[in-house]
DNA sequence: TGTGTTTTCGCAAACGTTTGTTGTTTAAAA
DNA sequence: TTTTAAACAACAAACGTTTGCGAAAACACA
């Protein structure tokens, strides 16, 4: 069925020996220039690719790391993700992406397969629900790097790289103090999430600390509808809020939405201002002012993490990248 | 190193032979059901997990699709690649996507990947600058089917599928006609696509046919920032739109940002219609009415027809999806 | 002519599986 | 008791590569 070229049928058609071929295809010095040329000829000629099954069999080394993650549908993660492939091929290493739908199981069966392919090294955002954390460790004892980014577990001693989650938040709380805005309708993501966690304390430690009177109304969305449905109720009551911060890109699609429903006019009658990587904040008029959280630099940080890993680095480390504001004219 | 644990070093502790262990582990009739759940339970208690590259070795199949394509940076790729994603594993194979970001040279790189990898058929969408498509009909010469999707090549004779651009562009013409809408501002994508060209000629024909006397301002923007410019324009001078068309996500965000610079309030002031898969028109309220284009459904479309390549289907097909009217309030 | 040194290549083992064939034991049928 | 079959497990080859080692040929030096 499929005449694949191998080696040995090229030595075959050569009359040399299949580690001649080899040889010769790797500019090995045992080869004569003479022979080499003409081993490299009928290989192009014949279309040869060498079976990257067979090779990783017997090197011992797939040469190939795995991204595990709950889905790719965000642009952060898409320029996470590209950022890392651009680190891999400039190393030679390739990369497989598993995404797990945000489901537990899934995810074990994605870790299963990186397993299964030996790959070199796992970088790793965590779903939602994953509460055990164990496959993960298991994956490091078999000397099987794990860095974990964004989405990381609370676990202590383990690789982790993130956006300054604490900064970003801190930077917007101050960006909303400088406006000397007074009632603020403050929308965090999932409550059980270390990433909120993070983003609400540092924000809210923020306001305390420069002791202003804001009033700051605190809530949490686990959806864009939610986030919809929460600035909604807020303008109808009679106090109405003087700024919207959102925690992140999910949350501020659905309080545009419904700054837009409410027919409110940014930054005349509210502020706005929200952590992102920067994709949705640009599509609004004004532009939305944000901390940026880079999923193209977390990318960079995590593979120089994860090469270090490879290189024998045992100690945990728990790094960030910083963090900038991004005027964007809605605040 | 790395202590893997193998089929052999199973055989060792048990002093069994490797053949009896592999039987073993895959419940072949050969082997007694003591041996059986003898060699299980050490199997599982070590985490014996069959190394994926010796089997694909052994086997001569990957069981592995490649999805090669400029980047992932959609909502709709990113649906399709879950939707044959999910298909893949409901037949037990796995999937590997390679990006390109649109350059023609990575994309080939990404190819002689696939090629390496033995993959059992590649899903590809080329990149706006692939004008030779010979080395996909080179894999399809090698057994490697290619089912082409979305950014397809007008060469006839290869398998494609799409999304139904012709459907999709005169079902928005209709429902623009339905409303009586006298003056539309149709804004296209780049000129050479050819899913811009099947886009406008469906879309002009549904006017031309429908005898109306709408007059049509067609434009073409080869991105969000030219459509955000050509919506301010049209709406600078003395006879106004009374509603806006765009072919695809890209350019209503542009457009959407316009609207909103412009304080038109849709759909009274100016209706909105999209062509899209459904994200994007979501966030802004009303939502906006859209003609859908199902990234999902493509992939089961070219799934199914991946299989039947591989079953030996050999003519070469173009297929397409339907398309539907989704109303959000915007026309 | 003998010894030593290159140069150039082949042999064979190994990576971890799968699988067709063969061999041994046990138990049932004669 | 012998024959036959069934049950169970081992042997060995193969998938395509890489690589240490050895071998043959060519050449130089004495």
Chains 1, 2 share one sequence.
Do not use: W
């Amino acid at each position: 069925m499929k005449p694949e070229v191998t080696l040995k049928k090229l030595a075959v058609m050569l009359n040399l020996s299949v580690s001649t071929i080899s040889r010769a295809l790797k500019n090995h010095p045992d080869i004569s220039a003479e022979t080499r040329t003409k081993v490299k000829e009928l290989a192009t000629v014949l279309e040869y690719e060498p079976n990257a099954y067979a090779i990783h069999l017997r090197t011992n080394n797939s040469k190939e790391f795995g991204i595990v993650i709950p889905a790719i549908s965000s642009y952060f993660y898409h320029s996470f993700i590209s950022s890392v492939e651009e680190e891999a091929r400039r190393f030679g290493y390739s990369v497989i992406i598993l995404q797990s739908g945000d489901d537990p199981v899934l995810e074990q069966e994605n870790l299963k397969k990186c397993k299964q392919n030996r790959v070199s090294g796992v970088f790793a955002a965590i779903t939602s629900k994953t509460e055990d954390i164990q496959s993960f460790l298991k994956l490091e004892n078999q000397q099987i790097p794990v860095i974990f980014f964004d989405k990381v577990p609370a676990f202590e001693a383990c690789n982790k790289v993130c956006v300054a989650d604490g900064l970003a938040a801190s930077m917007a709380a101050e960006a909303l103090i400088l406006k000397k805005k007074l009632a603020v309708l403050s929308i965090f993501g999932n409550k059980n999430l270390s990433i909120t966690k993070k983003r609400l304390k540092s924000y809210t430690d923020t306001f305390k600390k420069h002791k202003t009177g804001t009033e700051i109304f605190t809530f949490h969305a686990g959806n864009t509808e939610e986030a919809f449905q929460i600035v909604l109720q807020a303008f109808a009551g009679q106090s109405k809020p003087d700024a919207v911060f959102c925690m992140s890109d999910e949350i501020l699609a659905g309080a545009m939405k419904a700054v837009q429903k409410l027919a409110l006019r940014f930054p005349k009658d509210v502020g706005i201002i929200t952590i992102s990587d920067g994709y949705l904040p640009k599509i609004y008029y004004p532009e939305i002012s944000y901390t940026e959280t880079s999923g193209h630099k977390l990318g960079k940080l995590a593979f120089s993490r994860m090469l270090a890993c490879i290189a024998g680095s045992t100690v945990a480390q728990e790094l960030s990248i910083d963090s900038k504001l991004i005027e964007g004219g809605s605040l």
